[in-house]
C-alpha cells in the first residue's frame, strides 16, 4: 500500500484546451509557484494520461483542500459545445477511476465542483457514477465534433 492513501479522488477539467505541458508550464511559472504540476494525472485529447505528480502524492490542484485527495485533469471544456471531452477521454476517464477504486477501495469519487462554487467538472459527477457502475451508456453529452475526436 501506498504511503499516501487518499481518500478522495477529485475530477477537474481545463476548460480549454492547453496539454499536460502547457498545463505543467503555467503552474510552475506562476508567483509562488508549483514545483510540479498541480494534478496527479492529465487526461489528454486523445486519452493518453500525462502524468503529473505521483499518485501516491498530494496534489495541489482544491485550493487548500488536498489533504486526503487525489487530481485528475481532463483536458476539455466541458461547459463549451465542440470542445467537451472525447470518446478515449471519457475511456480513460473510466479506467482511471476503475484503477483508483481497486488501489483505495474506500475512495470517494467528486467533482471540482463538490468542492467549491465552481463548474469545474462541466458534468455531474454523481450521475456520470452511477451510469459507470451500472455500465449504462454515460449521461455526458458528446457532440458530433467532439465524438469524432476534432478539436472543433
Known amino acids: 500500500m501506498l504511503a499516501y492513501a487518499p481518500h478522495t479522488l477529485v475530477i477537474h477539467h481545463s476548460a480549454g ?5 502547457d498545463i505543467r508550464r503555467i503552474h510552475m511559472s506562476q508567483k509562488g509557484g508549483y514545483d510540479e504540476i498541480a494534478y496527479n494525472a492529465v487526461i489528454e485529447r486523445d486519452g493518453t494520461i500525462f502524468w503529473g505528480r505521483p499518485l501516491g502524492t ?6 487548500g483542500q488536498n489533504a486526503g485527495t487525489a487530481a485528475v485533469c481532463v483536458v476539455a471544456d466541458n461547459t463549451a459545445v465542440g470542445k467537451g471531452m472525447t470518446y478515449p ?5 473510466a479506467n482511471f477511476v476503475r484503477a483508483c477504486r481497486l488501489l483505495y477501495p474506500e475512495i470517494k469519487v467528486i ?12 458534468f455531474d459527477v454523481p450521475t456520470w457514477l452511477r451510469d459507470l ?13 467532439t465524438a469524432a475526436g476534432s478539436d472543433g
Open 17 to 21: 484546451l492547453a496539454g499536460g505541458e
Open 58 to 63: 498530494k496534489p495541489a490542484a482544491n485550493a
Open 89 to 93: 477521454q471519457l475511456e480513460t476517464l
Open 133 to 145: 457502475e451500472t455500465m449504462e451508456a454515460p449521461s455526458i453529452w458528446l457532440d458530433s465534433d
Open 111 to 122: 467533482g471540482h465542483r463538490q468542492l467549491k462554487a465552481t463548474a469545474c467538472p462541466g
